[in-house]
């Protein structure tokens, strides 16, 4: 994705959407590093990860989405 940097006083700002901070778990601090010629924003360390559902949620989830074809597999088989 190809963003354009907003002119901030004397210097120049990129502008995260809310989908992005939310995609990162993050509200108003970001860690800023460089690596290999490239600016990496992540969470703060001191964050914990967001967990949006336990294991067996998240199984349950795909077993209901991919029911027809888990079961097309299994009988492949």
Do not use: C, W
Request: net charge negative; charged share 30%; hydrophobic share 40%.
């Amino acid at each position: 994705m190809t963003r354009s940097l907003q002119k901030i006083g004397n210097s120049k700002g990129l502008i995260l959407t809310r989908d992005m901070l939310q995609h990162l778990g993050v509200t108003d601090e970001v860690e800023v590093s460089f690596e290999a010629g490239r600016i990496v924003i992540t969470p703060p360390v001191t964050a914990a990860p967001r967990r949006r559902e336990t294991f067996e949620e998240a199984a349950d989830a795909v077993f209901e989405q991919y029911d027809e074809t888990l079961r097309r597999l299994a009988d492949a088989s």
